[in-house]
């Protein structure tokens, strides 16, 4: 009983430093607004300018330092895991919001005080009667293509390819959150290996890397005492000759109690009544699949489909302050111009190929250009931006800096030009009544709009 009590009390003072962390943020990232980080004059498609290689994949980072993620207040990174590769277990200074771009796996979140409700049972010589655990843990969860993941702020994860082709990830970090009390630094503390003995490869000015191991820095007689083991066993814990780097391969397959794989749907599931705060944060709803077509928000069979997933559909954001959406655009199909009027949106480009077009206050084209996979293009909240498909199509992935990114277009049936009065138009733009009626109800679609190879420079190398 007593233990229970202390769950729930934890838990409670983890719902609570959430909530402040929440109400924080917005104050905070007023603040950065007006030191001026997002006074922009141009914008740019970013690639990865770092990289660092291990025994069982690849990390690459883009330039945080840069003027389009300091005004976003967010860092980025991609993670490549090879087959029968594990992601040694690390946290992070801020909220993580995670991606699967390709391939299948699984994951673990270590959450303090919640209970390891995962535990396998094995007969002793005393038989059935005597049966005891030899393992227990925290409860494991699976990752698929189209998978987003949100990861606390300061909690321990791990994931581990299951599959055989590679499993590729890309990760934001909300730097400017008032969860992380340090400076916008992206930093990651990792609780095994020696991540930083990896190969290291340059592309560009090198501004970030991923930090050691935490238990180097304790003494190793200390950590015989702590964990009540030898001192050859805490020297293991240090991993000072461990040469894989943050990324291992686990040769035979990697061991752990799981329920059987079965399809998921999006959705919140059960409606079973819970006990209480305990339940509500050991067992909270983490992941949102984006991909399947059915779940789209937007959808023109013509044009494309757009889904989103804000704090409605994943509660847990709204203690994230974080959001995210799938576009996919056919053919030459074009997305009405629009503005996030409360989020700065994060791009990245998964698929195909197309043009971007950024607009900031003054009228001013700060990006007009050709976007590929694997570019980033950071849009500050209330610029306006437009984009087009190419022949190939545009597919990409956005996290927005809100809980409920809100979304105003510029043309289509429920867009601002739709519901000003003829008039005010006419007179706008120095137009006819008759003009100013057809430009009105000019597109009768809501956002995705069906395209044509007239629509500007879509050509590519």
């Known amino acids: 009983m007593a233990a229970k009590i202390s769950l729930s009390v934890l838990s409670f003072l983890l719902l609570v430093t959430f909530a402040v962390s929440k109400g924080s943020s917005q104050k905070e990232r007023q603040a950065s607004w007006q030191k001026g980080p997002c006074d922009i004059t141009r914008l740019n498609a970013q690639q990865a300018s770092y990289s660092h290689e291990s025994e069982g994949g690849v990390s690459e980072f883009w330039d945080h330092n840069s003027d389009d993620f300091q005004c976003a207040g967010v860092s980025f990174r991609r993670v490549t895991l090879r087959s029968r590769a594990l992601l ?51 409860k494991i969860g699976n990752l698929r293509e189209g998978d987003v993941l949100a990861i606390p702020a300061g909690a321990p994860h791990w994931a581990y390819n299951t599959g055989d082709q590679e499993l590729v990830v890309v990760i934001l970090q909300d730097n400017a959150n008032n969860a992380n009390q340090l400076d916008r630094n992206p930093r990651s503390f990792f609780l095994a290996g020696n991540p930083q003995r990896g190969q ?31 001192i050859e066993t805490a020297k293991k814990l240090q991993s000072e000759n461990d040469g894989r780097g943050a990324i291992v391969i686990v040769q035979k397959g990697l061991q752990v109690i799981q329920p059987p794989l079965r399809e998921e749907h999006g959705g919140r599931q059960g409606h079973g009544r819970g006990n209480g705060l305990e339940e509500t944060i050991c067992t909270a709803k983490l992941r949102e699949n984006l991909d399947q ?46 503005w996030y009027g409360n989020a700065h949106s994060i791009n990245y480009i998964t698929r195909g190929s197309g043009r971007i077009q950024v607009v900031n206050h003054n009228g001013h084209a700060v990006f007009d250009d050709n976007v590929q996979e694997g570019q980033v293009v950071v849009v500050p909240q209330n610029f306006a931006v437009v984009k087009q498909a190419g022949e190939q199509g545009l597919e990409w992935v956005e ?31 120095q137009m006819s009544t008759e003009e100013a009626q057809r430009l009105k109800m000019s597109r009768q679609e809501t956002l995705l709009f069906s395209g044509s190879s007239r629509g500007g420079r879509v050509a590519y190398a």
Request: one cysteine or more; charged letters at 15%; hydrophobic letters at 35%.
């Open 399 to 429: 996290f927005n800096t809100n809980e409920n990114a809100l979304i105003n277009t510029l043309s289509g049936r429920t867009s601002a030009l739709r519901g000003l009065p003829v008039d005010v138009i006419s007179n706008a733009y």
């Open 200 to 230: 290291e490869q340059q592309h560009g000015p090198q501004t970030q890397h991923e930090s050691g191991n935490v238990f180097r820095g304790i003494g190793a007689e200390t950590l015989a005492e702590v964990f009540q083991t030898d």
């Open 293 to 338: 077509a059915s779940r789209a928000d937007v959808y023109n069979p013509r044009a494309g489909r757009f889904s989103t997933v804000n704090s409605f559909t994943l509660p847990i954001l709204r203690f994230f302050q974080l959001s995210a959406a799938r576009g996919v655009l056919y053919k030459n199909a074009i997305m009405s111009p629009h």
């Open 88 to 138: 040694l277990p690390l946290y992070h200074n801020s909220h993580s919001f995670l991606y699967v771009l390709k391939g299948r796996g699984i994951f673990g979140l270590m959450v303090s005080g919640c209970p390891e409700t995962y535990e396998s049972p094995q007969q002793s010589e005393e038989g059935i009667q005597g049966q005891r655990f030899t393992d227990r843990h925290q």
